[in-house]
């Protein structure tokens, strides 16, 4: 068969086998070495690669970074960070229409600048805030999508997992996509509370309040999150500013959440055991879809799909932004079954070349910039759009009382407020890359 066609069918045959509930690391690396053996046939190139693939990709330094900030997301969780955000946003907040849930936004993106994953904020974020938001009497569908929501913003709030990745793959500056991504997460956040301020005055029976809590207690709940300001001030900080690169950044980071998880008396030997072991786990799954993705890559990379691709896109004469939107609808209907990291792995490679060679009126650093920006935000709109939205599963579990239906229904303001944001990032860059042109 010939080389491009079989590089083109084996996309869907890549999606079967993710839908047939195989592992995506494993599925990737199987359709790449299948692919490989049935072009060259037992003297694939990439099989000869195999022995020196996998130190290839895990000897990348930066890829350190993604260990140290799973367990920065640990010790964090350990630390009561969580509750004391919440605690914090709610006191300032949470006597006025819609402020429980706004205060669990709030707390979402405190948790995310020092996590770094959706679920994992989306998880924490529901343990703390999903009773709160109940005993508030907050409708149930509303509070559950306020949480799934929220959980979104754990990558976008830089730092991000995901966006090491990408610059990864993309071969950018991870501290550029760090600030690139600040502005579009902090917009998230004001788009979620305005949705909820709308919400709650179109159906003011969806939402109460809770009592005025006086200004001392409100100041003690302030000081208890300064310690999470100064981290992240530190750490996004001080690798934005060049002080340190962004694998020092990350060991400071999990240096400092681990100390003060231990000052707040969370962490133990028995829970510095189960965080380090989590950070294993989770370490072992992303490198094992990476793995499997480098793999699959390499046969794209023979079959030259990625290259042939951008130059038939290149003949159809399409405006560049018409075929930006192509993608990005794309991701967004496969980040609905398909998390964000392996969706980043499984595509940039094919769709990054077909971006490059666009004209945006843009710098090539600023397009690649711009564009991981915006896939970041679309595959996690996926994550809470229905029916299969994953945020929206981790929350319905840990809320019995509330039907998957009204989940639904409550999140669709959300999703459309995301859908409008990146719209405006779409047809405005310069809001993407304004910390970039500002401070070069």
Request: aromatic content about 10%; proline content about 6%; overall charge neutral.
């Amino acid at each position: 068969m010939d080389a491009l066609l079989l590089g083109a069918w084996s996309f869907p045959a890549l999606i079967a086998l993710i839908f047939l509930r195989i592992p995506i690391g494993l599925a990737m690396l199987v359709t790449g070495l299948v692919g490989a053996w049935l072009v060259f046939g037992a003297a694939a190139p990439l099989l000869n690669q195999m022995k020196t693939l996998a130190y290839g990709q895990f000897s990348v330094h930066s890829l350190s970074i993604v260990p140290l900030f799973l367990l920065m997301g640990q010790f964090a969780t350990l630390g009561g960070i969580s509750q004391a955000l919440f605690k914090a946003a709610e006191a300032f907040v949470g006597h006025r229409r819609g402020g429980v849930a706004m205060a669990a936004i709030g707390a979402c993106a405190g948790f995310g600048s020092i996590c770094g994953s959706s679920l994992a904020t989306a998880a924490t974020m529901g343990q703390v805030a999903l009773p709160e938001l109940r005993r508030a009497g907050y409708e149930g569908g509303l509070a559950s999508a306020t949480l799934a929501a929220g959980g979104t913003l754990g990558i976008l709030i830089p730092p991000s997992i995901v966006l090491v990745i990408y610059a990864v793959l993309a071969e950018q500056n991870i501290a550029k996509m760090f600030a690139a991504a600040l502005v579009p997460g902090i917009l998230a956040a004001l788009g979620y509370a305005l949705v909820i301020a709308i919400v709650v005055r179109v159906r003011p029976d969806w939402a109460g309040t809770v009592a005025p809590v006086p200004w001392p207690e409100r100041w003690r709940a302030l000081a208890a999150v300064w310690p999470v300001v100064l981290i992240f001030g530190v750490v996004v900080g001080g690798i934005y500013g060049g002080v340190f690169t962004p694998t020092e950044g990350a060991a400071v980071g999990a240096v400092s959440t681990g100390l003060l998880a231990w000052r707040r008396g969370g962490l133990t030997r028995k829970s510095l055991k189960f965080a380090v072991e989590s950070t294993a786990s989770g370490t072992a799954m992303i490198f094992m879809i990476v793995l499997g993705a480098a793999a699959y890559n390499t046969f794209l990379a023979l079959s030259m799909l990625p290259q042939e691709l951008a130059a038939w896109v290149g003949s159809l004469g399409m405006s560049p932004f018409a075929v930006l939107w192509m993608v990005l609808l794309f991701y967004l209907l496969f980040g609905c079954v398909m998390d964000s990291l392996s969706m980043i792995l499984l595509t940039i490679p094919i769709f990054f070349p077909v971006i490059s060679g666009l004209d945006f009126g843009l710098p090539p650093e600023e397009t690649a910039i711009w564009f991981g920006v915006l896939v970041l935000i679309v595959v996690e709109v996926g994550l809470i759009t229905p029916p299969v939205g994953m945020n929206l599963f981790v929350i319905q579990s840990m809320a019995p009382g509330v039907s998957i239906r009204d989940t639904y229904r409550g999140v669709w303001p959300f999703v459309a407020s995301d859908i409008a944001r990146v719209a405006v990032l779409v047809s405005f860059p310069a809001i993407t890359l304004f910390i970039l042109r500002t401070f070069p």
